[in-house]
């Protein structure tokens, strides 16, 4: 397989799975009946319904054709010119420009459709808002996040060109920050994988001097984890039931750290994914052990959580919470979370999300496993 075969097969497993749903359109703002019965809802209550709306109806499988691709197109657009200001907008930018991820990859006509759909509606959106202004800004945003996906999708030099010059032209708009950190980080991530590792440190080094705050932030963070990619991962502990564990034993194989915690959002479904992982693959070289991030307080819930879902894998907890030194170095602040580390003990993916089997789709954290265990 080709190098540029190679990186194509790493990106299209990096592509960050976003299943949005179609919102119904914003209707304005109720403003009572004549006889005062009708309760009059606020700007923020209107838009707060509308991004639930939004939120409710991504999760729903993304497998419309035609007019309900179309009108999610119109409803994610109709949200950003509306509502350009919401703490949302960035969550309604992601879900539009990564739905394409949910759609089934036996038919890739309807990506192809729906991504061009997006593009076209979202130029004459571009055009229609004036030269500033908060809808502007979210729509630069869109703009950059659909070439993020794309060159995900399909990565080459033309695709990472384009990326680069969406993000610049976002850049250079006003208040962009909340849109440009994750752009930024996303274009290192990319370089990382589909160039080298000291590509993607010299893009984070070269934001350490940029003008927003918020993105040296992220720079700093981000150089510290291309660091830890450079040397195996090194991690000892005394298991939950006793056995001892040291990562630097299991080099030769590759190795699943699962972060996780009781307090998190649907415990079981991503233990349920893990668990699956863990049994396809153990013999043929993949090896598990699991990090509890819960306060020492907890530990009652914890054994609680491990009877009720016991697994073969050791566990630690340590009462550290996210200030286990592993977790702090990789900047992971939430959970679950999930790290894969190749035979020689390097950090090849750091994914977290609110719920793996969501944000991160089994069958793309299969793609990166069969990947490392060199399996077709």
Not at 51 to 67: S, V
Not at 83 to 100: K, M
Not at 268 to 274: F, H, K, T
């Amino acid at each position: 397989m080709s190098q540029t075969a190679r990186s194509f097969v790493r990106l299209f497993a990096l592509a960050v799975t976003v299943a949005v749903a179609l919102p119904a359109p914003v209707g304005a703002e109720p403003v009572g009946s004549p006889s005062g019965d009708a309760k009059v809802q606020t700007p923020k209550a209107v838009r707060d319904a509308a991004f639930t709306e939004f939120n409710q109806l991504r999760r729903m499988p993304a497998t419309k054709d035609g007019p309900a691709l179309r009108n999610l197109v119109s409803s994610g657009l109709t949200f950003l010119t509306r509502y350009p200001e919401s703490l949302r907008a960035p969550d309604v930018v992601n879900g539009l420009a990564f739905y394409a991820n949910g759609i089934e990859v036996k038919r890739p006509e309807v990506r192809a459709n729906y991504v061009a759909h997006l593009k076209s509606e979202l130029a004459a959106a571009l055009r229609a808002e004036g030269p500033e202004g908060d809808a502007r800004v979210a729509l630069l945003a869109l703009t950059a996040a659909v070439a993020d996906y794309e060159v995900r999708a399909a990565y080459n030099a033309d695709n990472l060109t384009l990326f680069r010059g969406q993000i610049d032209v976002l850049a250079g708009a006003p208040a962009a920050s909340r849109f440009l950190v994750e752009r930024e980080r996303s274009y290192g991530h990319v370089l990382s994988v589909g160039v080298s590792l000291a590509e993607a440190g010299a893009h984070f080094q070269k934001l350490l001097v940029h003008h927003d705050p918020a993105v040296v932030v992220m720079a700093r963070t981000e150089l510290n984890l291309v660091e830890v990619q450079q040397v195996p991962l090194q991690l000892q502990f005394t298991a939950w039931d006793g056995r001892p564990v040291d990562a630097a034993r299991l080099r030769g194989r590759v190795v699943v750290v699962y972060v996780w915690s009781t307090g998190q959002k649907g415990p079981a479904g991503s233990l349920a994914a893990v668990r699956t992982l863990y049994d396809e693959y153990r013999r043929r070289g993949l090896e598990v052990v699991s990090v509890c991030v819960d306060p020492a307080e907890n530990r009652a819930k914890v054994e609680a959580s491990l009877q009720a879902n016991p697994v073969p894998w050791p566990v630690q907890f340590d009462g550290l919470g996210f200030k286990h030194p592993l977790l702090e170095k990789l900047n992971l602040s939430s959970a679950p979370a999930l790290l894969l580390l190749d035979q020689k003990g390097f950090l090849q993916h750091a994914m977290q999300g609110t719920h793996l089997t969501v944000n991160l789709a089994h069958h793309q954290v299969v793609a990166h496993t069969r990947r490392l265990l060199v399996i077709r």
